[in-house]
Each structure stands twice: as C-alpha cells, then as structure tokens.
Nanobody
Framework: QVQLVESGGGLVQPGGSLRLSCATSGIVFNSYAMNWYRQAPGKLRELVAT???????NYADSLKGRFTISRDNNKNTAYLQMNRLKPEDTAVYYC????????????WGQGTQVTVSS
C-alpha cells in the first residue's frame, strides 16, 4: 500500500520558517520525482516545487529564493524548507510522487495546513 504522509505544517508569523516533510512508503522512492503543491482557499491547486530522481529542482517563479525542495533517498522522504513566509503562503500543502515510464504512477498525500498570520 502506497502512503505519503506530510508533516510540519502549522501556524507561523510572517517572516518565519517551516520545514515540511513527506514520508513515503510502498514506492521505490528513488524512481519518483517528488513535488509539492499548495491550494489556498478559493484557488486552484498550484505547483510549488519539484525535485527529480536525479535531484534537479524547479520552483514556481514567485517562490524562488524563499523555498527549497530536497529529498533523502535513504529515508524515502522529501522536504520543503519555507523561509520568509508571507500571509499569501497560507494554504494546504500537498506532497506528490510521480513516476513516468512505460506506465505512469501518481500518488498524493493528505495535505498539511500552513497558516501564516500574526
């Protein structure tokens, strides 16, 4: 059974930092690209950051320099370090594991709430 479990969300003041974790099981983690998405109330889900199985990274333009995605293949876990947080970063953050090959596999976590407020 595939599981993606996010953790690390919470309430933080503007300018603060959070580190999200996405612990996975049931997949060959090092074969998957890992993505973080977020969805704010009333808005569409948007891609925040991607890290490929070869450790290439990509970010939403508006987040470059503040967010950092990483992965630890020994722990089957992906991370999202979020710095200098702003109220507009408030959203539910979702972890996604994506495999593209002869078949495509796409798995999601349940999401973790991040609220940036004073």
């Amino acid at each position: 059974q595939v599981q993606l479990v996010e953790s690390g969300g919470g309430l933080v003041q503007p300018g603060g930092s959070l580190r999200l974790s996405c612990a996975t099981s049931g997949i060959v983690f090092n074969s998957y690209a890992m993505n973080w998405y977020r969805q704010a109330p009333g808005k569409l889900r948007e891609l925040v950051a991607t890290i490929t199985r070869l450790y290439d990274t990509n970010y939403a333009d508006s987040l470059k320099g503040r967010f950092t995605i990483s992965r630890d293949n020994n722990k089957n876990t992906a991370y999202l370090q979020m710095n200098r947080l702003k109220p507009e970063d408030t959203a539910v953050y979702y972890c996604n594991a994506n495999f593209v090959g002869i078949v495509t596999r796409d798995y999601w976590g349940q999401g973790t709430q991040v609220t940036v407020s004073s």
